[in-house]
């Protein structure tokens, strides 16, 4: 799937999870952000560091799943951005606005995975449904 | 399947997917390279800058697609590198010699995609063909 | 597959691959990671470089594969991990303490690749079965 000028990554491949029923899948993407949301997760304070990206990037690399949260179908997707000199920053996306991107994903079969609250990381980890 | 060393991981891949008959499809590929080209596409002026990479170093992250354009099979690659301290550059692929590079892709089967000309973004952007 | 906790992610891939009878796979991940050693190999010396990664860090990019090496499952990683900045490490992961992981793993069918020394660069690469 190619994703819409000015959408944003997150808010579209959930979009397309849910168009397509897809609640356990996996995915990449490559393509070009305008600016993003990056998250870093603090694994002592149990909370998410924002970092903010406020020129246009390479998606250099965008690796992600599909899960049910809430019973919805929500996206968790790492990347990687890459500016003009070919200087990295990578995290979480938080959100991601797009220039053109190239989403192969993949419809996963087999058991259900939802995300339930972790008490050790803090974080909505999965189990089998 | 494995690169040959000394191959432009590019043409590689590209050939491969016409030997393969593909002609949709998406891959990601991890090993070393010699030295490589990147680009990063300046979205103002529609021209991608280049980036030379001269060292040996660590293919960390190397994600892509088969698609059509002109009716041949046309690579589309992103790539993370990493050199001795582990530090990174990335950008769009132009050019990477391969040291060593195991590649696993996956013919896409459903619609065919094809690159034409998108005025918004000056860059070859998938059509369903 | 999510990874358990504190768990060296490069075991618990193999162990994963081990335990599904896979021995041609191809998995990507993400996740955070508690500390890591990374690998870079330097091609005259033929030997690998080790990179200390002592802080938790996200898994912003997990790309690898299984083959066979010596008879038993073998896992390849490469990986991109980022601070709290969003600043960037990768390479050959060695090692990688789990802080969570989530892993799509798939078995891929068709001839086998078993790892072999490889005169030219050192490395235990791949040979069809």
């Not at 356990?24 to 909370?47: M, P, V």
């Not at 970092?51 to 790492?78: M, W």
Request: net charge negative; proline share 2%.
């Amino acid at each position: 799937m190619r994703l819409k000028h000015d959408a944003d990554l997150v808010q579209a491949i959930t979009e397309l999870a849910r168009s397509k029923g897809i609640e356990t899948g996996s995915f990449t993407a490559i393509g070009a952000l305008k600016n993003a949301r990056l998250g870093y997760y603090d694994q002592k304070n149990h909370e998410y560091l924002e970092i903010k990206i406020d020129a246009p990037c390479e998606l250099a690399s965008c690796t992600g799943n599909i899960s049910l949260k809430d019973g919805e179908p929500f996206a968790h997707i790492h990347v990687v951005l890459a500016d003009e000199a070919g200087n990295t920053k990578a995290g979480h996306l938080l959100e991601g606005i797009v220039f053109a991107a190239e989403v192969d994903l993949r419809q996963l079969t087999g058991p259900k995975f939802e995300r339930k609250h972790d008490e050790v990381t803090g974080l909505s980890l999965w189990e089998v449904k």
